[in-house]
C-alpha cells in the first residue's frame, strides 16, 4: 500500500524557519517523483515544489528563494526546509508521489498532511 506520513508543521511568527519531512513506504522511493503541496481554507490546490528521482528541483513562485526540497533516499523521505515564512504561507501541507494531484484532483495521493500557521 502506498503511504506518505508529512510532519513537522507548527506555529511560527512571521520571518520564522520550519522544516517538513515526508516519509513515504509501499513503493520505490528512490525511482519516483516527489512533490509538496498545500491548500488554505477556501484556497485552491497549489503545487510549490517538486523533486525528481534524478534530485532536479522546482519551485513555485512565492517560495522560490525561501524554500528548499530534497530527499534521503536511504530513509525513503523528502524534506522541504521553509525559510522567512510569511502569513501568507499559512496552509496545510501535503507531500506526495504524484505530481499532479492538483490538476487531476487526486487527493487521495495526500498523506494526512501537517499545519502550518504563520502569524504576522
Known amino acids: 500500500e502506498v503511504q506518505v506520513v508529512e510532519s513537522g508543521g507548527g506555529s511560527v511568527q512571521a520571518g520564522g524557519s520550519l522544516r517538513l519531512s515526508c516519509t513515504a513506504s509501499g513503493f520505490t522511493f528512490e525511482k519516483s517523483d516527489m512533490a509538496w503541496y498545500r491548500q488554505a481554507p477556501g484556497n485552491e490546490c497549489e503545487l510549490i515544489s517538486t523533486?525528481?528521482?534524478?534530485?532536479?528541483?522546482s519551485y513555485e513562485t512565492s517560495v522560490a528563494g525561501r524554500f528548499t526540497i530534497s530527499r534521503d533516499n536511504a530513509k525513503n523521505t523528502v524534506y522541504l526546509q521553509m525559510n522567512n515564512l510569511k502569513p501568507e504561507d499559512t496552509a496545510v501541507y501535503y507531500c506526495?508521489?504524484?505530481?499532479?494531484?492538483?490538476?487531476?484532483?487526486?487527493?487521495?495521493?495526500w498523506g494526512q498532511g501537517t499545519q502550518v500557521t504563520v502569524s504576522s
Open positions: 506526495a508521489r504524484d505530481l499532479f494531484v492538483c490538476l487531476l484532483r487526486t487527493f487521495g495521493s
Open positions: 523533486i525528481m528521482k534524478d534530485g532536479t528541483t
